[in-house]
T-cell receptor, first 112, second 112 residues
C-alpha cells in the first residue's frame, strides 16, 4: 500500500541557510500535517492544510512557511536556519475529518 | 489546553515479561486516544486507538482501554518480545480536530 512519502530523508545545512522539505500524502488523502521532533522529544505540531488552505496552526516559527499544492503534496520552507532547528520533521496525511493520521518516515534536518 | 502525560522511561524488561505503560490525559472536549510506536530510525506508526469511553483498542498483542473516569489509556501487553523495543507515544485528538497532541514518549527496552 502507498504510504506518505517525504523527501529528502536527510538534509544538512549551515546556519542562516534555507531548506525545503516535501511531503506526498497517501492517494485520496486531502489533509496534510507537519510535526517537528527534536532529539529525545515528543513530536510537536507545526501546521496543517486541507484543500490547499491552512486548517490549523501550532508552534511553527515565523521563519518557517508551508503550503499545499493542487495535487495535495505539501512543502515546508525553513529560512534563516538555526542550530535548534535540527530535528526530525514528520509529515502525516489523512482524509478530512478522519482522526487517524498516517505518518511518513520523516526528514532529518541537521543544522551545523 | 489538551495534554498527555506518560510514565518516564526507559522501561527495561526481559522477554516474555508483562508490560504496562501508563498514560493519562487532559482534554477540553471528547478525545480520541491513540498509541503510536516509533522504532529506531523510523517514523511513527499507529499501534491502536479508541474513540469513546470503555472502548478497548488492540493490535499485535497490545491493548489499551479508554477510561473516562480516570482519564487514562494505559498500554499493556502480556508477553513482550525483543522486537517490541521502541519508543511508545500516547496521543489524543479532540473531536472535530485531527491534530494530535503527543505525550513525551516512553522508551521500552526488551532483553533476551
Amino acid at each position: 500500500a502507498a504510504g506518505v512519502i517525504q523527501s529528502p530523508r536527510h538534509l544538512i545545512k549551515e546556519k542562516r541557510e534555507t531548506a525545503t522539505l516535501k511531503c506526498y500524502p497517501i492517494p485520496r488523502h486531502d489533509t496534510v500535517y507537519w510535526y517537528q521532533q527534536g532529539p529525545g522529544q515528543d513530536p510537536q505540531f507545526l501546521i496543517s492544510f486541507y484543500e490547499k488552505m491552512q486548517s490549523d496552526k501550532g508552534s511553527i516559527p515565523d521563519r518557517f512557511s508551508a503550503q499545499q499544492f493542487s495535487d495535495y503534496h505539501s512543502e515546508l520552507n525553513m529560512s534563516s536556519l538555526e542550530l535548534g532547528d535540527s530535528a526530525l520533521y514528520f509529515c502525516a496525511s489523512s482524509e478530512f475529518g478522519a482522526n487517524v493520521l498516517t505518518f511518513g518516515a520523516g526528514s532529518r534536518l541537521t543544522v551545523l | 489546553g489538551d495534554s498527555v502525560t506518560q510514565m518516564e522511561g526507559p522501561v527495561t524488561l526481559s522477554e516474555e515479561a508483562f508490560l504496562t505503560i501508563n498514560c493519562t490525559y487532559t482534554a477540553t472536549g471528547y478525545p480520541s486516544l491513540f498509541w503510536y510506536v516509533q522504532y529506531p530510525g523510523e517514523g511513527l506508526q499507529l499501534l491502536l486507538k479508541a474513540t469513546k469511553a470503555d472502548d478497548k483498542g488492540s493490535n499485535k498483542g497490545f491493548e489499551a482501554t479508554y477510561r473516562k473516569e480516570t482519564t487514562s489509556f494505559h498500554l499493556e501487553k502480556g508477553s513482550v518480545q525483543v522486537s517490541d523495543s521502541a519508543v511508545y507515544f500516547c496521543a489524543l485528538s479532540v473531536v472535530g480536530y485531527s491534530t494530535l497532541t503527543f505525550g513525551k514518549g516512553t522508551m521500552l527496552l526488551v532483553s533476551p
